[in-house]
């Protein structure tokens, strides 16, 4: 390849470069672009609504607050959102189960009241009787 191609190519690469990072503006994470995907529309409960008003509500009742820390960072109700939606493994980590007694599932005391799906997960069987037995006693 002559010096005229290779310094062609490079500047094409380089043009590209420049374009994507241009591209990418503020408020997108790792390739999503968080405003907008919360500008979204999405029918709940016979209403239509943005999509960021249901991601913070859903967080709200799961969680009892519409953000949250992890890995040394905000996470925000549509970032939950989409993560949960796009990125199942990041999500399955995130400490978002509020659980106040957990000898209630055998798991170790700690002062933290949140955990992750992935803590949960090999406690769901148990999660179900407990669950199952609530409805039962709350009806009888």
């Known amino acids: 390849m002559s010096a005229a191609r290779m310094a062609t190519a490079g500047a094409v ?4 470069v420049g374009v994507a990072s241009a591209a990418v503006r503020p408020g997108r994470l790792r390739g999503f672009d968080v405003d907008a995907f ?3 529309p ?3 409960g016979g209403r239509l609504k943005p999509i960021d008003s249901l991601a913070r509500n859903s967080l709200l009742v799961i969680r ?3 953000g949250f820390a992890f890995e040394r960072r905000s996470v925000s109700a549509d970032e939950w959102l989409l993560e ?3 990125r199942g493994e990041v999500a399955d980590r995130q400490p978002i189960f509020v659980i106040d007694d957990p000898d209630v599932l055998g798991l170790r005391q700690t ?5 992750s799906f992935q803590v949960l997960e090999p406690h769901l069987q ?3 009787r407990q ?7 709350r009806a009888g």
């Open 64 to 66: 009892g607050r519409q």
């Open 131 to 137: 669950a199952n037995s609530a409805v039962v006693d």
């Open 42 to 44: 999405v029918l709940d």
């Open 84 to 86: 949960v939606l796009f």
């Open 13 to 16: 690469v380089l043009a590209l």
């Open 38 to 40: 919360g500008h979204l």
């Open 111 to 115: 002062s933290e009241r949140y955990h």
């Open 126 to 128: 148990e999660i179900q």
